[in-house]
């Protein structure tokens, strides 16, 4: 069985920065998945953040977090992360990663941010960015 759990959210002041944590497990970072990173704010949809294949890193960004939001992993510990630079007011929400099988799915781009690409998720963690 897939589970994931997320840790790391908090309470920012804008511009600054926080490391988002998806511990994984039920699969391991050597088998073919792909983890997305989603937020959802209030009163609003998930919104895709990112794309990970788990086996070569492979990452696709969206166009609102480029530049901004990066993805690492420890492939030991089975953990993926989200660096979050920069941050804004905009970017509070509930944070949430997901897997899939379909381990090249990134690689279609913006679809890989779709909610419906993702089977498993996590219970998600806080980002809350004051001005």
């Known amino acids: 069985e897939v589970q994931l759990v997320e840790s790391g959210g908090d309470l920012v002041q804008a511009g600054g920065s926080l490391r988002l944590s998806c511990a994984a497990s039920g699969f391991t970072f050597d088998e073919d998945y792909a983890i997305g990173w989603f937020l959802q704010a209030p009163g609003k949809e998930h919104e895709g953040v990112s794309c990970t294949s788990t086996t070569d890193g492979y990452t696709y960004y969206a166009d609102s977090v480029k530049g901004r939001f990066t993805i690492s992993s420890d492939n030991a510990e089975n953990t993926m992360y989200l660096q979050m630079n920069s941050l804004k007011p905009e970017d509070t929400a509930v944070y949430y990663c997901?897997?899939?099988?379909?381990?090249?799915?990134?690689?279609?781009?913006?679809?890989?941010?779709?909610?419906?690409?993702?089977?498993?998720w996590g219970q998600g963690t806080q980002v809350t960015v004051s001005s």
């Open positions: 997901a897997a899939t099988e379909v381990g090249d799915i990134c690689t279609y781009s913006t679809a890989s941010l779709y909610y419906e690409a993702y089977d498993d």
